[in-house]
């Protein structure tokens, strides 16, 4: 996986990745044959379906309140292009 160096002089450094674009799932991806990869449609589906999905697992834990997803849900996302 590539890996980047952040953190500012004097401070905690971390380790940032990319999943997505790990070198192994990219291999991987690329050698599939076209009848067996997802369509943009439906992976933007399962995108937006995991994202509520975790709102809903924050909603729960108190993280995020419940007025805010459904402002989020309700307006916002379906305001926005393509969605």
Known sequence: MR???WGAP???QGWVGFPMTE???ADL???LHASLRL???TLRWLFKASAE???SSFEQRGIVSPAFIATLL???LPAHAGY
Request: no cysteine.
């Open 3 to 5: 890996h980047f160096r």
């Open 10 to 12: 004097r401070r905690r």
């Open 23 to 25: 070198e192994g799932l």
């Open 29 to 31: 991806s690329l050698s």
């Open 39 to 41: 369509r943009v449609q």
């Open 53 to 55: 999905e975790l709102l």
């Open 74 to 76: 309700g307006t916002r």
